[in-house]
């Protein structure tokens, strides 16, 4: 089979399709994909999208008349001068798996109200799965193929833990994970500001915006307030986060942000377990 690339085309927003100029013969018919809604679109069409909340990932490549790509396809015989019509593809969906594994603890930790965020990093919004095993077993199920990254957070007699672990879902389900939990991190330094920028015009908090996951509102961004001096203190801190400064006008920005005078690309601070973050500057400009 030989793919003729100018018969490519894509459905309207209700899966219609139309593929013109194509030579009599036989072929086979790939569907993938899933398009995003487009910038502009009637009230009928943008409430299709809303509702089926479809992601590119939910399917995988499909033959007619709705197999994987994997699997054998029907061919179709088209006839010169006949149109033919009622060619209907179901888009098979994509193979889901299950997390299966235990949350562990340091010893004389008492640990209640686990919480396991996990997903892609791309995704929209992280899932969220509730351990009620007092032994912190746990199975996830219905897990799209791909990285997937699991963010733990738990309360205990000690205070908070946290546990962060990625895994690849693709071939099979995945068994005998094991998913730390520890005394999260902190974060120290100092936020300076241009001599021209009023007190009244400085923001007053500092957060820190977890990156390895798009965290589901149950998840509490960690942040602090910024004291007189610019100086501030984030708890409770594990993982890969950037950091922002929620009321800054707009005629502002972070100019720059280091560690014991090193540049972070990108605004990207990486905290490991057992890691006290300090030497932190935060400086805003116009």
């Not at 996990?118 to 897990?143: E, H, K, M, Q």
């Given at each position: 089979?030989?793919?003729?690339?100018?018969?490519?085309?894509?459905?309207?927003?209700?899966?219609?399709?139309?593929?013109?100029?194509?030579?009599?013969?036989?072929?086979?018919?790939?569907?993938?994909?899933?398009?995003?809604?487009?910038?502009?679109?009637?009230?009928?069409?943008?409430?299709?999208?809303?509702?089926?909340?479809?992601?590119?990932?939910?399917?995988?490549?499909?033959?007619?008349?709705?197999?994987?790509?994997?699997?054998?396809?029907?061919?179709?015989?088209?006839?010169?001068?006949?149109?033919?019509?009622?060619?209907?593809?179901?888009?098979?969906?994509?193979?889901?798996?299950?997390?299966?594994?235990?949350?562990?603890?340091?010893?004389?930790?008492?640990?209640?109200?686990?919480?396991?965020?996990?997903?892609?990093?791309?995704?929209?919004?992280?899932?969220?799965?509730?351990?009620?095993?007092?032994?912190?077993?746990?199975?996830?199920?219905?897990?799209?193929?791909?990285?997937?990254?699991l963010l733990a957070t738990a309360e205990s007699n000690r205070g908070p833990l946290m546990g962060v672990v990625?895994?690849?879902?693709?071939?099979?389900?995945?068994?005998?994970?094991?998913?730390?939990?520890?005394?999260?991190?902190?974060?120290?330094?100092?936020?300076?500001?241009?001599?021209?920028?009023?007190?009244?015009?400085?923001?007053?908090?500092?957060?820190?915006?977890?990156?390895?996951?798009?965290?589901?509102?149950?998840?509490?961004?960690?942040?602090?307030?910024?004291?007189?001096?610019?100086?501030?203190?984030?708890?409770?801190?594990?993982?890969?986060?950037?950091?922002?400064?929620?009321?800054?006008?707009?005629?502002?920005?972070?100019?720059?942000?280091?560690?014991?005078?090193?540049?972070?690309?990108?605004?990207?601070?990486?905290?490991?377990?057992?890691?006290?973050?300090?030497?932190?500057?935060?400086?805003?400009?116009?």
């Amino acid at each position: 089979m030989v793919p003729l690339t100018e018969t490519r085309t894509t459905t309207s927003w209700d899966g219609r399709y139309t593929i013109k100029d194509v030579p009599p013969g036989t072929y086979l018919l790939l569907a993938q994909g899933v398009a995003k809604a487009p910038a502009t679109v009637s009230p009928t069409e943008q409430a299709a999208f809303e509702i089926n909340q479809i992601r590119p990932e939910d399917f995988t490549p499909t033959l007619y008349p709705g197999v994987p790509a994997t699997d054998a396809g029907d061919a179709i015989t088209l006839l010169e001068g006949v149109p033919a019509d009622g060619i209907d593809i179901w888009l098979a969906p994509a193979r889901r798996f299950s997390i299966a594994g235990r949350a562990t603890w340091p010893d004389g930790y008492v640990v209640e109200h686990l919480t396991i965020e996990y997903g892609n990093p791309t995704d929209r919004r992280a899932s969220v799965w509730n351990v009620s095993d007092p032994g912190g077993l746990f199975t996830i199920d219905s897990v799209a193929p791909g990285t997937v990254i699991l963010l733990a957070t738990a309360e205990s007699n000690r205070g908070p833990l946290m546990g962060v672990v990625s895994t690849d879902v693709r071939v099979g389900d995945i068994e005998d994970l094991t998913l730390p939990l520890t005394v999260p991190s902190s974060v120290t330094g100092r936020v300076t500001f241009a001599r021209d920028i009023p007190i009244a015009s400085r923001p007053k908090t500092i957060a820190l915006v977890p990156k390895l996951l798009n965290v589901s509102p149950l998840y509490s961004t960690p942040d602090a307030p910024i004291g007189v001096d610019g100086s501030f203190h984030v708890d409770h801190v594990l993982g890969d986060y950037e950091l922002t400064l929620p009321g800054l006008p707009p005629q502002l920005r972070i100019t720059g942000v280091s560690r014991n005078g090193r540049a972070l690309a990108g605004n990207r601070l990486g905290i490991v377990a057992g890691e006290t973050v300090d030497g932190i500057v935060v400086t805003v400009g116009p």
